[in-house]
């Protein structure tokens, strides 16, 4: 079982940028995808940014250009980083990591993010 641990997450003025990190503890083997997906009042989760274990990585439409997602997994020490840029108010929502293990998708608790006007 994977346990997922977020943080990063906080208030920021529209144009501004936050980074949001995602720790990966208890496997065993090599995690597959991982990403972020975020999820704003009244609206369905939507995915944001994933990564692969070998790199590939893919973004919303939405945030391309201006968030960038990173991650390290060396030595079975597995992280996820997202790097937020020229934030807007639309993009107000809790930021979920999630960690594609043997088959199962495992989530953190989640992060806020808001920005402001």
């Known amino acids: 079982q994977v346990h997922l641990v977020e943080s990063g997450g906080g208030l920021v003025q529209a144009g501004g940028s936050l980074r949001l990190s995602c720790a990966a503890s208890?496997?065993?083997?090599?995690?597959?995808?991982m990403g972020w997906y975020r999820q704003a009042p009244g609206q369905e989760r939507e995915s944001v940014a994933t990564?692969?274990?070998?790199?590939?990585?893919?973004?919303a439409n939405s945030v391309k250009g201006r968030f960038t997602i990173s991650r390290d997994n060396v030595n079975v020490r597995n992280t996820v980083d997202l790097q937020m840029n020229s934030l807007k108010p639309e993009d107000t929502a809790v930021y979920y990591c999630?960690?594609?293990?043997?088959?199962?998708?495992?989530w953190g608790q989640g992060t806020q993010v808001t920005v402001s006007s």
């Open positions: 999630y960690a594609i293990y043997l088959g199962y998708t495992y």
């Open positions: 208890g496997s065993r083997f090599s995690i597959n995808d």
């Open positions: 990564i692969s274990r070998s790199g590939l990585i893919n973004y």
